[in-house]
């Protein structure tokens, strides 16, 4: 089917939820952050846009970690995860595996933290990330002292 003139895609609305979303996050105005990322998942998984639908699970993880909803944030993260995982966005299951481990690591589970972080690690080594590598390994020091 044909879009008509002035119509706005399915993907084009649920970007645009994202991205508004986002600034209400900037503004901290979190209710209205969460209202549009759910407008945007809702609308991903209408039209199967597995993207959107993964990076306003990440986005949902984000808020919710920083309102300290550790439940939330942690479904939400992990969804983000298998949908990158299905997309083969190593990029985006590394910061998921990242926000993941921070996740655990607030929650005092160091060991899940530290499978999330070491995966994350892995991913930042092959990519040749000198500064996450680096930032990632100074993390799981910090672990390895938590677990003594």
Same mark, same amino acid.
Do not use: I, P
């Given at each position: 089917m044909k879009q008509r003139k002035g119509e706005v895609s399915g993907l084009e609305e649920a970007s645009g939820y994202v991205i508004v979303g986002a600034h209400e996050l900037l503004q901290q105005h979190?209710?209205?952050a969460e209202e549009n990322y759910l407008k945007a998942y809702d609308l991903s998984r209408k039209y199967s846009l597995p993207l959107i639908q993964g990076i306003s699970c990440y986005?949902? /993880?984000g808020l919710y970690f920083r309102q300290a909803e550790f439940k939330k944030s942690e479904i939400r993260? !992990?969804? =983000?995860?298998?949908?990158? $995982?299905l997309q083969e966005d190593k990029n985006m299951v590394a910061l998921s595996d990242l926000n993941l481990g921070a996740l655990y690591f607030e929650q005092k589970n160091y060991? !899940? =933290? /530290? $499978? @999330?972080?070491? &995966? =994350?690690r892995d @991913? @930042?080594?092959q990519a040749k990330n000198k500064d996450m590598f680096s930032l990632l390994n100074t993390a799981l020091? &910090?672990?390895?002292k938590q677990k003594k």
């Open positions: 979190f209710s209205k986005s949902l /993880g993260f !992990q969804e =983000a995860r298998n949908v990158f $995982v060991d !899940q =933290a /530290g $499978v @999330y972080l070491l &995966k =994350a @991913y @930042y080594a020091k &910090k672990l390895e």
